[in-house]
């Protein structure tokens, strides 16, 4: 750090930014992550609740952790810059974080469609749990294929994304 207070010698804030498009590293990250916070409010949710109330829940959740994460990623890039961000940056930031909130789509509207069918609070939440871990192992293991993963490898990648979701209903059936 300079004796102005300015940071010098810093890193990437992303080791890896120089092999991927700005922001693709963060759009891909912020999808997965969106799903396992999605499975986690589907874990908690109560069967008490209505079942549009917990897709608003999901929703909610997700644009709360997506502001809190474009904020920390706004605030990181101005420090490692050293100086305010430019429009088309802030919004690329803002953008890049938003596969956070659009994860949640799936599962949310597994919960809308089962409500107008009148499916049960309890087993409604945990198909849309199910659904979430379906997507978490898919999502593994396409990520994983497009990293270059093949076979035992891929098979492995893509089961600790599913492995996540499947702790999940582990996590619902333990509190309800």
Known sequence: MAPDGTITNVEPVDALSTFAPPG????RSSYLYGLIISG???AT?????RLPRVGAAVFGTLVIYWAAETYVHWMAARSVHG?????EERLRTVRDGWPLVTAGAIPVTVLLVEAGFGVENGLAIRVALAVNAVLLFVVGWTMSRASGLRGARLVLSA???GVLGLGMIALKTTLH
């Open 24 to 27: 693709a590293l963060r759009r």
């Open 83 to 87: 100086r305010d961000l430019t429009r």
């Open 45 to 49: 949710a109560g069967q008490a609740l």
């Open 159 to 161: 089961t600790a994304s």
């Open 40 to 42: 986690a409010v589907l």
